[in-house]
């Protein structure tokens, strides 16, 4: 059966269509660290950010190139000149680098957002290929908005820009309105129709907004896609994007339908769920499809009955194909720095002796805490120690008064990137909150609190909790994470978290660490 399969490629848009989910502000180890595991998954390409929207994406695309070697590395870019000289000056040093270029092609899009006609949208289109095949060999282009674009317009503008060298073809669902049936006409169309389009690769991007984005793109599948485009967990703007997880693992249990597979490493998708969904702050739901929390569990008598007699009776997917490994305990107080490095391999990590150090010193204390130190509970550990920014404020000591009849009290004292140490204290309406307060005091900063989650890593009364916060100063909104086996440190370390990633958007990080 494998001989006629087909191989169906993946754009991973996690780091720029996945950032546009509302509140996620990646910093640019948190980038890094997701690109090596996206790495580690197998994606074929991984579009890092759109380098002229911010010298600070620019900088982290050009980072992500420079680290990445078996990936092609992909920035978005408006059909300028000046977005495509960006592009370029982030991606000049990558191992394989491809320029994604778009342009609205649809009649709404073109009365009202590009205030353009046909014509000129092609001109556009065409220009900003052939300027971008001067430093790119490989060019997508993308028509944003194609499911709602007159197909023989459609069929007319990816002619011209195949003709001008685009070597992929994207076709958007941009606001997630599409059916299937209908999706999958335009690739049909469009294989009929343009000439030279057997030497292109074309690719499909499917938008949440009807729930039928992973519809979507296996339709696009069916009809000839050979590159999906979309996000770890199906982060995305608004809805989200299609969930590449479950695309993947629908090719793969249904490959007898499909005919096709990715080549990704699926025992790696746990571990990449966990990893963005820590580092976005964006909560998976325990009934998403492959990797929610309830995704493989059997709750009703009868279900867990068949599975005990033939497992095949109610699951179709083992758990440990995706990488879901039952929590055993690995680890403990008299592990020592071999066995603990020995564990971080086996999860993949490679650390270097610094990072190692930091990390088996948080193990120590974490086994201090608590008996059963699980895997779950290491990648948080050494997650969070990867994705460390530069900090302004460290938490140094927390102390908390609370009665159910006195109103609560906390002190705090944190070190100062200059090595000075700051206490303050402050009263609130829960314990939360008067660390909240302190915090404000201590850092003199001035923020809102927009949203507060509280998640358990594991299970038991010691299992690692982790905070998530989201917080906005004037324009920026960040999200902040803590991770502890006791809930108000959590609290006040994904605080402190939001406050450092904040100074260090600010910019004035720099001034403060020297
Ligand atoms: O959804 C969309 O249209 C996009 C394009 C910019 C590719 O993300
Ligand atoms: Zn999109």
Known sequence: MDNIMRTIEIFDTTLRDGEQSPGVNLSLNEKLEIAHQLERLGVNRIEAGFAAASPGDLQSIREIANRIKNSTIVSLSRSVQSDIDKAWEALKDAESACLHVFIATSPIHRKH??????????????????YGKKYF????FSCEDGSRTEIPYLIEVVQAVVDAGARIINIPDTVGYTTPMEYGNIFLKLSENVRGIENVK????????????????????QAGATQVEGTINGIGERAGNASLEEVAMALDTRKDFYQALTAL?????????KLVSRLTG?????????????????????????????????EIIRPEKVGIKSNKLVLGKLSGRHAFKEKLEELGYHLEQEDLNDAF?????????????????????????LAEIPEKYSLENLQLSYGNNSIPTASIRVKRADGV?????????????????????????EVELEDYKIVSITHGRDALGEVYVRLKQSNLTVQGRGVSTDILEASAEAYLNAINKIIVLRGDVVEALV
């Open 113 to 130: 957002k590009l205030n353009m006609t046909k014509e000129q949208v092609i001109e556009n289109a065409v220009a900003a290929v052939k």
């Open 137 to 140: 060999d490989l060019v997508e």
């Open 202 to 221: 074309l690719s499909c991007h499917c938008h949440d907004d009807l729930g039928m984005a992973v519809a979507n793109t296996l339709a696009a599948i």
């Open 265 to 273: 490493k699926l025992d790696e998708i746990a571990r990449t769920s």
């Open 282 to 314: 964006m909560i998976v739901p325990p009934n998403k499809a492959i990797v929610g929390a309830n995704a493989f569990a059997h709750e009703s008598g009868i279900h867990q009955d068949g599975v005990l007699k033939e497992v095949t009776t109610y």
């Open 361 to 385: 010193k948080q193990f120590k204390e974490l086994c201090d805490k608590k008996k059963d130190v699980s895997d779950d509970d290491i990648i948080a550990l050494v997650d969070s120690e």
């Open 421 to 445: 140490e700051l206490e303050e204290a402050a009263t609130g309406n829960g314990s939360v909150d008067s660390i909240y307060k302190a915090i404000d005091r201590v850092t003199n900063e």
